[in-house]
């Protein structure tokens, strides 16, 4: 049976499936992304740049088509489909205008010679291991400032999005892309560890879980590769005050329930002080309680169901875990009823540590509320998480907020918003939420050589 294949979320139904990578076709995208990079390499920037943007376009052109592929493939609403469409769209962009001036030379005022200048020069074939709950956006993320430096990717895609990762080769090749400069693998893990080891690959770069980034970080510090990791999150939202319940609520709602409260920077813990608890618990539980589930083909539908079946499974065991160890259920907390892999939105309060609830991801529509006392109380319970990836402080008092914001162990913090992603933002976290920077200027300084040319009259 074929390890890739399409399974609609909503209905349960397997609608194609691809067969994996034989040896021969290992060595094949090896050799191809290696000779692919020889030639690449030499391509002007702006030749690179205008790929890039005509890659931007041909996403907006296609948008309708996109959305439709990972709303059948993950279970995404249409409607945020085409959200992540565009964002991408946004990032290949970004890179196509900026990209050459990132590009340009470094001229350092060392004194000594007559000349010291840091070129960004590329080092190679990069492997890239990406998820489903993003399937667009995480690999753009990826992709863009490497192919604009002038890498060349092997892009190995979430077993359940192959139809999603053949778009975006078939993109690729539309904008001009050389056909060796991006290649799409369908290759197990194993294949994969292969690949890293494989002295033609410079790289990897993984966005997933903890247990797939172990792995991977392994077996490239065994083969000294560099690796970026973009793992799971637990992110906070504290509120300290509100001067509009309401607003608050509803902001928390679309956080936490967008894509299925499946992104590993979704607000999973929200920690309020005392005065505000009460209303907000309240609220939040009647927002989670009347938000609908539908097709995510829908045009009109808010919340689609899970990946997949195992992962709404695993999530109703985290919350029976929660629920028979004393935690109280204020909304949801069941599967529903049908084919689909669909869950409440569910609300728990009085979670503790001894709970999976308290330390593990909830990876889907699931919130947690806790009370504290003070702001440093809401500091110290966000950082007691072993997750590090982003959180926000919403209050009036800005300053007062900030300073919260700033004490936050995490690599993205924000003050009366939550998780804004930009092409000109870096993303990244600290801790067990991952290493490295993706985005901005700062996603082309992962996979790069930063190379002194120092010169001298004798």
Same mark, same amino acid.
Request: glycine share 8%; aromatic share 6%.
């Given at each position: 049976?074929?390890?890739?294949?399409?399974?609609?979320?909503?209905?349960?139904?397997? !609608?194609?499936?691809?067969?994996?990578?034989?040896?021969?076709?290992?060595?094949?995208?090896?050799?191809?992304?290696?000779?692919?990079?020889?030639?690449?390499?030499?391509?002007?920037?702006?030749?690179?740049?205008?790929?890039?943007?005509?890659?931007?376009?041909?996403?907006?052109?296609?948008?309708?088509?996109?959305?439709?592929?990972?709303?059948?493939?993950?279970?995404?609403?249409?409607?945020?489909?085409?959200?992540?469409?565009?964002?991408?769209?946004?990032?290949?962009?970004?890179?196509?205008?900026?990209?050459?001036?990132?590009?340009?030379?470094?001229? &350092?005022?060392?004194?000594?010679?007559?000349?010291?200048?840091?070129?960004?020069?590329?080092?190679?074939?990069?492997?890239?291991?990406?998820?489903?709950?993003?399937?667009?956006?995480?690999?753009?993320?990826?992709?863009?400032?490497?192919?604009?430096?002038?890498?060349?990717?092997?892009?190995?895609?979430? @077993?359940?999005?192959?139809?999603?990762?053949?778009?975006?080769?078939?993109?690729?090749?539309?904008?001009?892309?050389?056909?060796?400069?991006?290649?799409?693998?369908?290759?197990?893990?194993?294949?994969?560890?292969?690949?890293?080891?494989?002295?033609?690959?410079?790289?990897?770069?993984?966005?997933?879980?903890?247990?797939?980034?172990?792995? !991977?970080?392994?077996?490239?510090?065994?083969?000294?590769?560099?690796?970026?990791?973009?793992?799971?999150?637990?992110?906070?939202?504290?509120?300290?005050?509100?001067?509009?319940?309401?607003?608050?609520?509803?902001?928390?709602?679309?956080?936490?329930?967008?894509?299925?409260?499946?992104?590993?920077?979704?607000?999973?813990?929200?920690?309020?002080?005392?005065?505000?608890?009460?209303?907000?618990?309240?609220?939040?539980?009647?927002?989670?309680?009347?938000?609908?589930?539908?097709?995510?083909?829908?045009?009109?539908?808010?919340?689609?169901?899970?990946?997949?079946?195992?992962?709404?499974?695993?999530?109703?065991?985290?919350?029976?875990?929660?629920?028979?160890?004393?935690?109280?259920? &204020?909304?949801?907390?069941?599967?529903?009823?049908?084919?689909?892999?669909?869950?409440?939105?569910?609300? &728990?309060?009085?979670?503790?540590?001894?709970?999976?609830?308290?330390?593990?991801?909830?990876?889907?529509?699931?919130?947690?509320?806790?009370?504290?006392?003070?702001?440093?109380?809401?500091?110290?319970?966000?950082?007691?998480?072993?997750?590090?990836?982003?959180?926000?402080?919403?209050?009036?008092?800005?300053?007062?907020?900030?300073?919260?914001?700033?004490?936050?162990?995490?690599?993205?913090?924000?003050?009366?918003?939550?998780?804004?992603?930009?092409?000109?933002?870096?993303?990244?976290?600290?801790?067990?939420?991952?290493?490295?920077?993706?985005?901005? @200027?700062?996603?082309?300084?992962?996979?790069?050589?930063?190379?002194?040319?120092?010169?001298?009259?004798?």
């Amino acid at each position: 049976m074929a390890k890739y294949k399409t399974v609609n979320p909503a209905t349960g139904e397997t !609608v194609r499936e691809f067969t994996t990578l034989d040896d021969a076709g290992v060595e094949s995208a090896l050799s191809r992304a290696h000779n692919g990079y020889l030639d690449w390499r030499t391509t002007a920037a702006e030749e690179r740049a205008r790929i890039l943007g005509r890659t931007a376009d041909l996403y907006a052109e296609r948008e309708d088509e996109l959305a439709r592929m990972i709303a059948l493939e993950m279970g995404k609403p249409v409607r945020e489909a085409k959200g992540e469409v565009k964002l991408s769209s946004a990032i290949y962009r970004y890179y196509a205008d900026n990209g050459p001036a990132l590009l340009e030379a470094e001229r &350092l005022d060392v004194p000594g010679a007559d000349e010291s200048v840091v070129y960004r020069r590329p080092i190679g074939a990069l492997v890239g291991v990406m998820p489903w709950n993003y399937p667009y956006y995480q690999v753009a993320r990826f992709a863009a400032p490497n192919l604009m430096l002038g890498n060349t990717v092997l892009l190995k895609h979430a @077993p359940n999005c192959p139809q999603s990762a053949l778009l975006m080769e078939e993109i690729f090749r539309q904008a001009g892309l050389p056909e060796d400069a991006y290649i799409n693998v369908f290759a197990t893990n194993e294949q994969i560890a292969d690949m890293i080891a494989d002295p033609r690959v410079q790289g990897v770069s993984l966005t997933g879980s903890e247990r797939a980034g172990t792995s !991977v970080a392994e077996t490239a510090g065994r083969n000294l590769k560099k690796v970026v990791l973009e793992l799971g999150g637990s992110d906070v939202f504290v509120v300290l005050d509100t001067d509009d319940m309401d607003a608050t609520v509803k902001t928390a709602t679309r956080a936490r329930l967008s894509n299925a409260g499946q992104a590993c920077n979704s607000p999973k813990r929200f920690i309020v002080t005392e005065p505000n608890y009460d209303e907000f618990v309240s609220k939040l539980a009647e927002s989670f309680k009347a938000t609908p589930t539908g097709d995510p083909l829908d045009a009109k539908t808010v919340l689609g169901p899970l990946s997949s079946q195992s992962a709404a499974d695993s999530l109703i065991e985290q919350i029976e875990d929660a629920v028979a160890k004393g935690a109280t259920l &204020l909304a949801g907390g069941k599967k529903i009823d049908g084919p689909g892999s669909y869950v409440e939105p569910t609300l &728990l309060v009085d979670v503790t540590p001894e709970m999976r609830a308290y330390s593990e991801e909830l990876f889907g529509p699931v919130g947690v509320v806790y009370k504290v006392a003070t702001a440093d109380e809401a500091v110290e319970l966000a950082n007691s998480s072993s997750y590090g990836l982003s959180g926000s402080v919403w209050s009036t008092d800005l300053d007062g907020a900030r300073e919260v914001a700033d004490r936050l162990d995490v690599g993205m913090a924000f003050v009366n918003e939550h998780g804004t992603t930009l092409p000109g933002l870096p993303f990244g976290g600290v801790k067990r939420s991952g290493v490295g920077r993706e985005l901005g @200027p700062w996603g082309m300084d992962e996979f790069v050589n930063k190379k002194l040319v120092r010169v001298s009259k004798k």
